[in-house]
Structure formats: structure tokens, C-alpha cells
């Protein structure tokens, strides 16, 4: 399992390096959280981090998990799949959109937060998902602006075929406390979300982590990590 996210662990270290501090982290089977241990599994840790993923296995633990961290104001960091799923929680659980739900999960979900992106198919091969470089425009005045310095335009590289789309965002999350902070440049898919009001809140659609460097770590990631190393205080 660790191999499956050697570049999750690199970047992770590539932040210690950065800070000059030591990351710890454990891997937790999401599998084994309920909603009886909960707290217990994750009581201490100064940040949680949910990674990419594909199906249903592990989801609901992964989902008590992104609860934990938005009710505890625990820094939370979501990749792709994790970003996906935090949208779910906060649809279900603040939203009281009962049922919400991902289409790879379930299919006839009344309310279909993460869906298929229009013109993909349930093929799994490489060649339905919308991969590799692709460009993304910040809002200002949020988590994402401030990690990438402010730069109006950044690219970092996807691997999905499910999306959180604008339309999805703009019928039930508008005006909410889960902000989207940066789209693709024509505003249709949503790159990232945060919940204001939150230390550090943040789900990304793309794999930050695949471009992050010893010398110079993912952007989300840093700011991932200064904001557990805060926590920790």
C-alpha cells in the first residue's frame, strides 16, 4: 500500500525539508474507521490527509475522516478522490442533502455532487480520463492564491474522469462556507475547495504531489504543513 503513494510520502518529506522539521505520519486503514472510533483513531494528529483513490471500498471511513477534520478545525489536505469525497461530507452533513453521493458509488444518487465529466464514459483505460497539464485560474484572497503566491494562472497535472462542476456548485453549495478558490480557465470544473472560517481546509482536483521537488515542495502541500506545524502549537 505505502508504494501506491510514494509520491504523496515524498512530498510530505519534501515540506519537512522546506521547514527544517521532521513530517511524521501514519497510514490509517480507512476501512477500519466507524462512527463508535472515530476520535479515537484520529485524536493527536495535527493534520489529516486523504489521497486519490478509485471506488467504494473505504469510502464511509475516509468520509468520517474529512468530517473529523472539518469539525475539530484539524488542517485538512484532500487530493483528487479526497477533494471529491470532502464535497460529498460537507453536502451530507452541513448541506442536509441526504444521499449525496459520488456516480462511481452510486449510480442513482438523488443528488450527484461528483459526476461522470461530460463526453467520458465508464471505460476505465487511461485514454476517458482527462489527464496531465492542464491550467487553472485562482480566486483571490484564498488558500490556493496564497500558495501559489498569487499568481493569477498555475498548471499541475490531473488524472480523473469524475468532476465537481461549477453547475453542481452553483445549485447547492453557493453561498455556503465551502468556497471554491480556483477552476479551469473557462469555469466549468472546479480545481479546488476550502471552507472559510476553517485554520486550513483544502481539497484539489489535480495531484499536486506528482511536480513537487526536494528543493522546492508542492504549494498545497507547504501550506499544508505550515498550517499542522500552527496546529501543533
Not at 513530517?23 to 489521497?51: A, C, E, Q, R
Not at 498569487?150 to 453557493?174: L, V
Request: a positive charge.
Amino acid at each position: 500500500m505505502i508504494d501506491a503513494y510514494i509520491s504523496v510520502i515524498s512530498a510530505l518529506k519534501h515540506c519537512g525539508y522546506f521547514y527544517k522539521t521532521e513530517v511524521k505520519f501514519d497510514f490509517i486503514y480507512s476501512g477500519d474507521i466507524n462512527k463508535s472510533n472515530t476520535n479515537d483513531k484520529l485524536k493527536g494528529y495535527h493534520g489529516i490527509l486523504v489521497p486519490g483513490g478509485f471506488g467504494s471500498r473505504g469510502t464511509n471511513g475516509k468520509i468520517l475522516a474529512i468530517e473529523y477534520a472539518r469539525t475539530k478545525k484539524v488542517p485538512f489536505l484532500g487530493i483528487c478522490y479526497g477533494m471529491q469525497l470532502a464535497a460529498i461530507e460537507y453536502a451530507r452533513n452541513v448541506l442536509k442533502l441526504n444521499g449525496a453521493d459520488h456516480t462511481e458509488i452510486n449510480p442513482k444518487t438523488p443528488f450527484p455532487i461528483i459526476d461522470i465529466m461530460p463526453g467520458k464514459t465508464h471505460n476505465t483505460k487511461s485514454g476517458v480520463l482527462r489527464l496531465g497539464d492542464q491550467e487553472a485560474k485562482i480566486v483571490k484572497g484564498t488558500h490556493i492564491a496564497k500558495a501559489y503566491k498569487n499568481t493569477p494562472i498555475y498548471i499541475e497535472r490531473h488524472r480523473h474522469k469524475y468532476e465537481f462542476a461549477m453547475t453542481t456548485y452553483n445549485k447547492y453549495f453557493q453561498g455556503s462556507k465551502m468556497i471554491y478558490s480556483s477552476t479551469n480557465l473557462n469555469e466549468t470544473l472546479i480545481e479546488t475547495i476550502e471552507i472559510t472560517g476553517h485554520p486550513f481546509f483544502l481539497g484539489e482536483q489535480y495531484h499536486g504531489e506528482l511536480t513537487s521537488k526536494p528543493t522546492k515542495p508542492a504549494p498545497t502541500y507547504r501550506e499544508f504543513i505550515a498550517a499542522a506545524i500552527k496546529h501543533k502549537k
